[in-house]
């Protein structure tokens, strides 16, 4: 019996395996628990409402089959989801134009990372820790009761203030 779960947990499909098992127990709980969980159109909207987790679960099982690292993955997707909500909000811009854009953006940001790993042979981990830190703090941007502790972000609010709107954040009082 060792011998086979040793077996089992060696190949190449157990954590498939496990995903899938997971899964089903997870979907018959909900099932014995919430009543219409069973219904088809339930089933369907758990990829649905997640399509969008699961296209970026995608790409970062790319870069970790290859032996990579990135952590700037969230903060990118969510500095993309802002300014494409801005886009749309506050501007003329065609739907389609600015998916396009959100998309070079992210293609953007993510070469620039790998150009600088590569260029100067640092570790994705290093270089994609600080890209996260950068892009939540260029979502964050600074309001006027803080730049006493922050005085380099007084340049942004009283010399330019439209930057932030190019990057997507949208303030009348600026």
Known sequence: MK???NQ????QYFSFVVTV???VILYAAGIMTYKGFMRPQVFLNLFIDNAALIIVTVGITFTLLIGGIDLSVGAVLALCCMVL???????????????????LMGIGFGALQGYIITKFDLQ??????????FWFRVMKPPN???TATRP????????????WNIIGYY???L
Do not use: C, D, K
Not at 85 to 103: D, K, N
């Open 152 to 163: 380099i972000m007084s340049f942004f609010i009283t010399v330019s203030p439209s930057w």
């Open 124 to 133: 994705p981990f290093i270089i994609t820790l600080a890209g996260m830190f």
């Open 3 to 5: 011998h086979y779960l």
């Open 171 to 173: 303030n009348t009082q």
């Open 144 to 146: 006027r009761t803080s």
């Open 85 to 103: 909500a801005y886009l749309l909000e506050f501007t003329t811009v065609p739907v389609g134009l600015a998916i396009l854009i959100i998309l």
């Open 21 to 23: 098992l997971l899964f």
């Open 8 to 11: 089992l947990v060696a190949s």
